[in-house]
């Protein structure tokens, strides 16, 4: 939580780059293989480094080019440097002998700083992870996605907020963080109101445009870590060889944006 | 679809192998690295085989090795013999697009014939596994933790029950299974009057102690699949070298005992 808190403070960032790099959406100028992926996850991570609080590796996106792709992950890993939060965005749920080798996993083998979960399985399919003290859990709240409508709003209060209320329960270690979509800013003024101090992971600005200042609004609390993810908007903005060059532009004007928003808010 | 029932009449075997290979639990005899991870695993294929119908892997207990743990995997799935259905215990759920990664990595990456899914994140999460239209999803139902009774239980009906329902009308290709835990047989019986042709993927007989013959009662339905599946307590029937003679004693006899049960059901 420290190491979060500093890295956001020292750059005056409250971005975090997604690293979903994709061979559909990246230029054609890079090979389709695990050297590209490489070569475009560093490319992207030396032109926004600048202007981020945190990274956060989509586990799908390296895992689909087998054991190559996770030898590149390390790579990457060992690439950011050491004062940037990284987060495994690997939604992992299990039981509870399972899930504490997922945890080592993420803590132990690959030395990330989060990971986000998913709380489907409850309290044992979480803990494991919890048990890492100086790491952050991120459990799923009520995603971006428009499949969030099926599951996460059943029952009364909905599911979504049943997950946020008992997690308060497991919290001993001031460990628990929530990813929460954009796309749904009045959940996040509800998640406040019941867990004013949870860190945030919010996804859905950008490619799938949430609104930013409303999201901001909703999710700025003085003291508490928030993460804006951009992932597409920032990798993608350009297909052309020097797509890293306009990666750091959008970086630049999300970082400074989001900087702006929560300026306006804490003055006012 | 075909070659699980296939791979089910032809050993006249329900069963399903975990290969949950923690060298917590593996005999002192074997190192704890990579190379114990996989002899013990081809070990414990040789011995049991012969009496499977499936093995699930469950990917923890391969990523918690770093790469080389998937390159182990990769060299499992090569020794499985071909007619064995294979199944990667992988819980996996992101939205769409990152899904259809996941879904590639699975059934192209590692040719696994089916996967689990975690439907917290609802369609648009599952419905990129399902286009793989030759392979299985078995979505997680009520799982056999205890923490299932934490969220899977919220709403009238239960929450578990709404994935039930609403999955039917995502069932294009026929090929949506579920996970349900022995530990609650009612909720299998309640799953086979709301879904009846739905492959099942049934956890928690042996260390979780579910009740085998309640179980089989409620889920065996002539013409869709069944697998119970047994991990720890075939992998650790003894931690002696010689664990692989134990381990195909114990997947004969639960063989046996399965079939014998279905026998009797099937008569009845």
Known sequence: MNKLTKSIKNKDSYLCVGLDASPIYWSQDIPSNVHGLEYFCKSIIEATQE???AYKLNLAFFEVWGHEGLEVMQRILEF???EIFTIADAKRSDIGHSASFYAKTFFETYHFDAITVNPYMGKDSVEPFLDYQEKITFLLGLTSNEGAEDFQLVGQPPLYEQIIKKSILWNLHNNIGFVMGATRPDAIQRLRNIFPKAPLLI?????QSGDLYKTIQNAYFPGSPMLITISRAILYADTTKSFYQKAKEKAKN???EIDNIVNELSLS
Not at 203 to 207: E, R, T
């Open 51 to 53: 202007y981020t609080a």
């Open 80 to 82: 950011i440097p050491k």
């Open 203 to 207: 996804p859905g600005i950008g490619a």
């Open 254 to 256: 999300f970082q400074q």
